[in-house]
């Protein structure tokens, strides 16, 4: 049994890696809350988002997110481990019946899966000491900024920085965040995901000046399952409004739900 599966899903990513149509299997709502389990699909290599405990138990915000989610619905969530290649696979061919799964919602991915309203997000920023006063790209004008080269935040930070700043650049985010800590340059250009990892280290030290990019994430449906979908978001619109993913969002990432996502609700 281990070993078809195992070929199934390889046959299904190859499928959906050659361009071809894969069958999408509708998720049915009744099914689920007489079955009283939720297979949820979640990432378990993408922290904060997705992680493994120490006993090997998925955690994380996705986590987090799915178990709410299962609560809402009445049902256990059991979460089913996938990677970024095989997620989609794996919703379209009913292996899960939801993707929690950190994926950000594109116009390519949508013409594949169904979204729910946007429950997360990820973004770029510039972060400095919160003593420095700074809250747009004009006033990096003679300042410091580490970024990593050739990253996300290197491109946004090099397209609205004024001409004398001082971009410096590193070969990674971990050498441009001790370049930082360190003190050799006072502003880093950085993802939210990986400046929460720098909170947690150094507490209240840092704060952001202003907002780079960001792109949203979805939960994911297979086309046709407009029941579930429906309920998803509802759980979405409550979880909002009641601070749940604040609250989640704060444990993981050290500040609320970001306005972006809010927006794109």
Do not use: C
Not at 62 to 84: F, H, N, S
Not at 108 to 118: C, P
Not at 205 to 210: G, Q
């Amino acid at each position: 049994m281990k070993f078809s599966t195992r070929l199934f899903s390889y046959v299904a990513a190859a499928t959906v890696a050659l361009g071809l149509a894969l069958p999408a299997a509708a998720a049915d709502l009744a099914a689920i809350e007489k079955a009283g389990t939720v297979k949820i699909g979640m990432l378990v290599d993408f922290p904060p988002f997705g992680i493994l405990d120490a006993s090997g138990t998925p955690d994380g915000y996705d986590a987090d997110v799915a178990k709410a989610l299962g609560d809402y619905l009445g049902v256990k969530a059991q979460i089913v481990p996938v990677t970024g290649p095989n997620r989609i696979p794996y919703l379209l061919s009913g292996q899960v019946d939801v993707l929690v799964a950190s994926l950000g919602v594109t116009e390519e991915r949508a013409q594949k899966v169904d979204f729910s309203k946007a429950y997360a997000g990820i973004s770029t920023a510039v972060y400095g000491d919160k003593t420095l006063e700074l809250t747009k790209p004009e006033e990096l004008s003679g300042k410091s900024v580490a970024v990593a080269r050739a990253s996300t935040q290197d491109i946004g930070v090099t397209k609205v920085a004024p001409a004398d700043a001082d971009i410096r650049r590193f070969d990674d985010d971990a050498t441009a965040a001790q370049a930082l800590l360190s003190g050799q340059v006072k502003l880093i250009g950085l993802s939210n995901v990986v400046m929460a990892e720098i909170v947690k280290a150094t507490g209240d030290r840092f704060n952001k000046k202003f907002d780079m990019s960001s792109q949203v994430q979805g939960i994911a449906v297979s086309p046709g399952s407009d029941a579930l979908l429906e309920k998803i978001n509802a759980f979405v619109t409550q979880a909002t409004t009641d601070g749940t993913l604040d609250t989640i969002h704060n444990k993981w990432l050290s500040e609320p739900l970001p306005d972006f996502v809010k927006a794109a609700q």
